[in-house]
């Protein structure tokens, strides 16, 4: 019997530790913004008051209450904590508040079969000092069933209240960052924002406008997916003055899924620049795809009558066609090409009495 | 004679019972394949949804009423073979049956929480085989449908098997409880 008084006493100054400055203590979780660390009815231990960002701390702003918490942040005078259940952390607490740091701690599974059958020993075994007597079928019968009941009792009172579909699932996705033509060389750049899920391959790409339906051959780099769009279908877009396409891409994704987008794309064209440089006229297509150009070069000697040379020009993308004009005394070039579906002309002069 | 054959029948009952309920705790009901993989039982259970560890908070929450189960089968099988070799061998065994009959009464309680614990898995995972399909500014995400196979173990707890086990076995320790109060009584 002294055995049990000093276990019980034991148990008992464990418990009272926690209402003593001291940096010692048993305590019992509630709750579940530490799951799925802790869950309500688990013990922890608290011992010492040494802790950092990361370590689970006990705190407490009042003598009947505590909180168990996670450290995630430290200042000279004030710590920050945060259930890892939680989604924002808790306000930042006083360093005096902080009772422990918590070394171990016992899971409800672990702790409370081990009690419910110590203190079904301790009871059986001081049955007759207690007064209960286990002399009839009946008795014994009740005493199993009542034994049973509390444990299920004690487990719905510690479980935390949950409604079927309590945990959402939220899958993986991606969004469009932007879709982009390449300036240089006319490629579609589609970019995608992942949220958890990657291109990983194109199945299927086309593009279509009112100029007509053709597959594109692709590339997929680090998730962007690079479109070859034949520059002819630009070159047609332009003389048919359509400023719009549609691009169609199918493509694997991580995790298996299959995305199917649909963009629509604005190339921007741009006319034929023509320039002077000295007795020299550069003609030069700014666009990433073939222009085809007239270009008449009208030039005159002195007070003679005007000559024209006309060329017609299949400038590629990037290409510079230049005409030296400093053999004339009076000289304009003169381009004509399509730019959007218009006929345009632009006209320079070069050269004016012999000088350019 | 005959209290010994009706405690040996209810016996026999009792440890199916009990065999049962410990295959239906332990054991998966479902196994999943495909973007949501692993398995779920009602006293474990681990899934990755998407690559990701799965954590539930019902699932964790059954975990310690199918830990119970499971304690309640083995309590109920040891009283069971306690008592039962007792009876063979011809002993007095009123401690051990009166357990026995405790533990049958538990089980009564406890099919109820296998029902429940079973009806509270199979609620927290069917949102795993939703269709995960939807559109964003990228377009159309289609996802591969998950595959669920259902296992032994949820074929007895979607049915009566364990229910109509249980109550013959009550029935059965009942009557045998009974018929052995009414030779007390007569003699």
């Known amino acids: 019997m002294k055995a049990s008084y000093l276990i019980t006493a034991f148990l008992a100054a464990l418990f009272l530790l926690k209402f003593t400055p001291l940096p010692f203590g048993v305590y019992f979780t509630l709750g579940s913004s530490m799951e799925p660390t802790m869950h309500a009815g688990d013990v922890v231990i608290v011992w010492g008051r040494e802790y950092d960002v990361g370590d689970v701390i006990v705190w407490s702003n009042s003598p009947l209450s505590c909180i168990v918490h996670r450290v995630v942040g430290v200042t000279s005078s004030q710590v920050i904590t945060k259930g890892d259940n939680n989604p924002v952390a808790d306000f930042p607490v006083s360093k005096d508040s902080v009772r422990g740091k918590v070394v171990a701690h016992v899971p409800r599974e672990y702790w409370m079969p081990a009690a419910t059958a110590l203190v079904g020993a301790y009871v059986y075994r001081n049955r007759r000092k207690l007064g209960i007597q286990f002399n009839s079928f009946e008795r014994i019968a009740s005493a199993v069933l009542a034994a049973n009941v509390l444990m299920f009792s004690l487990i719905i009172t510690m479980s935390p209240v949950v409604a079927p579909h309590a945990s959402p699932i939220r899958a993986p996705s991606a969004s469009l960052y932007g879709v982009a033509v390449d300036k240089k060389v006319g490629d579609i750049i589609v970019k995608y924002f992942s949220e958890g899920l990657e291109v990983k391959n194109v199945t299927g790409c086309t593009v279509s406008s009112s100029v007509g339906r053709v597959a594109c051959s692709y590339d997929v780099e680090n998730g962007t997916v690079y479109v070859h769009v034949p520059r002819e279908y630009y070159a047609e877009m332009n003389v048919r003055g359509e400023g719009f396409l549609t691009l169609v891409l199918n493509a694997t994704l991580t995790h298996d899924a299959v995305l199917y987008g649909k963009y629509l794309v604005h190339p921007t064209f741009a006319p034929l620049s023509v320039k002077k440089e000295g007795y ?8 990433f795809f073939p222009v085809k150009a007239n ?22 993308p990037g290409e510079e066609a230049s005409f030296n004009l400093s053999s004339t005394k009076f000289s304009y070039i003169e381009v004509k090409h399509v730019f959007f579906g218009k006929t345009v002309a632009e006209r320079v002069q070069v050269t ?3 000088r350019p | 004679m005959e209290d010994r054959r009706l405690w040996t029948l209810a016996l026999v009952f009792g440890m199916v019972v009990s065999l049962v309920g410990i295959v239906a705790t332990v054991l998966p009901l479902y196994i999943f394949d495909g973007n949501v993989r692993g398995y779920v039982s009602l006293a474990s259970y681990d899934l990755t949804v998407f690559g990701e560890k799965y954590y539930s908070l019902s699932l964790e929450a059954v975990k310690p009423f199918a830990y119970l189960l499971i304690a309640q089968a083995v309590f109920n099988i040891i ?24 533990a049958m009464l538990s089980t009564l309680v406890g099919v109820g929480i296998l029902y429940g614990c079973a009806h509270i898995v199979s609620e927290e995972t069917k949102p795993l085989l939703a269709d995960f399909s939807h559109e964003t500014s990228a377009g159309k995400i289609v996802f591969p449908k998950t595959m669920c196979y259902p ?37």
Do not use: C
Request: net charge positive; hydrophobic share 50%; proline share 3%.
């Open chain 1, 295 to 316: 270009v008449s070069v009208y030039y005159a000697q002195s007070s003679g009558a005007w000559n024209v040379n006309s060329t017609e020009l299949n400038l590629m």
């Open chain 1, 352 to 354: 004016y009495d012999g």
């Open chain 1, 280 to 287: 020299v006229a550069h003609i030069v297509n700014p666009n």
């Open chain 2, 151 to 187: 296992q032994p173990a949820y074929l007895l707890v979607s049915n009566f098997i364990p229910l109509a086990l249980t109550i013959i076995y009550a029935i059965t320790m009942s009557i045998a409880y009974a018929f052995k109060q009414n030779l007390s009584t007569e003699g």
């Open chain 2, 79 to 102: 009283a069971i073979a306690v008592s039962g070799a007792k009876t063979f061998f011809g002993r007095k065994s009123v401690v051990w049956k009166a357990v026995a009959f405790g």
